[in-house]
């Protein structure tokens, strides 16, 4: 067996610890918002996810789905699917016409739609499978490969997943620290991310789940000082800034970190998010709102005008008047009528 992506520029090596990531959202990271997250502090973007059944059937319009602009880099391109002949022939096509930093497989997505076929997390549960569909991929391109996961599902747990699969050449864990059966809430384990990352000690694993601020984001670091790295996703919604925050938090008031320890309920949580410390003011908010509707704009055109919208309503939130500016925010045609209305 012949692998190609050792020994070469892998990038998840040269990155200063912490390594903050976009984690990947289907649906929201777009090449926009990867443009703007990386601007206000990402170290690495990904992409939504995109299925290797479409690049082996008919890759034209997944092709465009995963397209980036180098601003984006290091960006990494994530595939899902359960056949390992469409990861061989997606890693090839992505490597060879995408050209990105990275593949990474999705074993993580609970989605019914992706579940219920066998692939994203439903492939935990089958280690000869997942074995078969890293190793199509290793085998088929010269770049880094990663892999996301989550904390379990059923009987099996990320730590017998890793131990099962870490013989493999794959460089990065992102690992969801909720289980399958959790989904999107519940309690995040830090502290098996940080076990994972015991097992593969050569290998990037990054946390991710429930990080919403930078004093959150500290803590985990503090208290799970082994992992390599963050993933960040609902977090940064209408927040890119807050990879920034985490470094400046980490880079001069590391005694802020223990600022988490206070009690708060998740959904006060999600109201104070920070957003008038470390200087960003609505006006800055404001500015950073009309720069990320020009860049969807650009890349979309007036399809983007449709998709800008979910991101407007998290950027405006908390400010006074919010409801009557979403109101407005959502009926806006162009980058001109939102400059207007936030006027
Ligand atoms: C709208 C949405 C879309 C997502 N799409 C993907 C995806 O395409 N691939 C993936 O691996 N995870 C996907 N996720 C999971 C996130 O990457 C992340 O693991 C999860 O949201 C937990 O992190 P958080 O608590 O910071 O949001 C998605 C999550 C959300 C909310």
Request: proline letters at 4%; charged letters at 25%.
């Amino acid at each position: 067996m012949t692998y190609h992506n050792l020994n070469m520029n892998n990038f998840w090596q040269k990155f200063e610890k912490p390594i903050l990531a976009l984690a990947p959202m289907a649906g929201i990271t777009d090449s926009a918002c990867r443009q703007i997250s990386k601007k206000y502090g990402a170290d690495v973007t990904y992409s939504e996810m995109a299925s290797v059944t479409a690049l082996f059937h008919k890759p034209a319009k997944t092709l465009k789905l995963v397209g980036f602009n180098k601003s984006e880099r290091p960006y990494v391109v994530q595939l899902f699917g359960n056949k390992p002949e469409h990861f061989e022939k997606a890693a090839k096509i992505i490597t060879k016409e995408i050209k990105p930093d990275g593949i990474d497989i999705n074993f993580g997505c609970p989605a019914k739609k992706v579940f219920s076929h066998g692939s994203g997390c439903a492939l935990m549960n089958n280690i000869k499978l997942s074995r078969e569909i890293i190793k199509a991929v290793c085998e088929n391109t010269n770049l880094p490969v990663s892999i996301k996961i989550r904390a379990g599902l059923k009987n099996i747990s990320a730590l017998k997943f890793i131990e099962k699969t870490k013989d493999l050449p794959y460089s990065a864990v992102m690992v969801h620290g909720r289980t399958y059966e959790s989904s999107f809430s519940g309690t995040v384990d830090f502290s098996l991310c940080e076990q994972v990352k015991k097992i593969i000690p050569d290998k990037i694993v990054l946390a991710n789940g429930g990080i919403y601020d930078p004093e959150d984001a500290v803590k985990i670091l503090k208290t799970y000082p082994l992992l390599d790295g963050l993933g960040i996703a609902r977090g940064a919604w209408g927040r890119p800034w807050i990879f920034k925050q985490i470094k400046q938090l980490l880079a001069c008031h590391p005694e802020l970190a223990c600022l988490s320890d206070r009690q708060v309920s998740g959904s006060q949580k999600i109201q104070d998010r920070s957003r008038n410390k470390f200087g960003m003011t609505k006006s800055k908010i404001k500015k950073i709102m009309i720069e990320h509707a020009k860049l969807i704009y650009k890349d979309k055109k007036e399809l983007g005008m449709f998709e800008i919208r979910k991101h407007l309503c998290w950027y405006i939130k908390g400010f006074p008047g919010a409801a009557e500016l979403r109101k407005k925010l959502v009926l806006a045609k162009s980058v001109g009528e939102i400059r207007k209305i936030l006027k």
